[in-house]
């Protein structure tokens, strides 16, 4: 039974920084691509971030690009995503997924606000 436990969300101001951890279990993060997704109140899905452990490579949106750092413990088969430089821009749910799998977690809540 596949499961995905996001956690770290907050109340945060402009230019401080957050990290988001997703907690898995059914399934090993160094054997998938594993994706953050988030959605701003009132809009779509956006793509955030993915990591390719197997490959040891990270893929970032233009609008996170330089400020969100992605990555993996594979000890503790948890995803985690470091988020510096926080905009009013970045608030929304956050969540982190197997998109290929289809396999979502509950998601989090991020709001960046002075």
């Known amino acids: 039974q596949v499961q995905l436990v996001e956690s770290g969300g907050g109340l945060v101001q402009p230019g401080g920084s957050l990290r988001l951890s997703c907690a898995a279990s059914g399934f090993t993060f160094s054997t998938t691509w594993m994706h953050w997704v988030r959605q701003a109140p009132g809009k779509g899905l956006e793509w955030v971030s993915a990591i390719d452990s197997r490959a040891g490579n990270t893929y970032y949106a233009d609008s996170v690009k330089g400020r969100f750092t992605i990555s993996t413990d594979n000890a503790k088969n948890t995803l985690y995503l470091q988020m510096n430089s926080l905009k009013s821009e970045d608030t929304a749910v956050y969540y982190c997924?197997?998109?290929?799998?289809?396999?979502w977690g509950q998601g989090t809540q991020v709001t960046v606000s002075s």
């Open positions: 997924a197997d998109i290929y799998s289809g396999h």
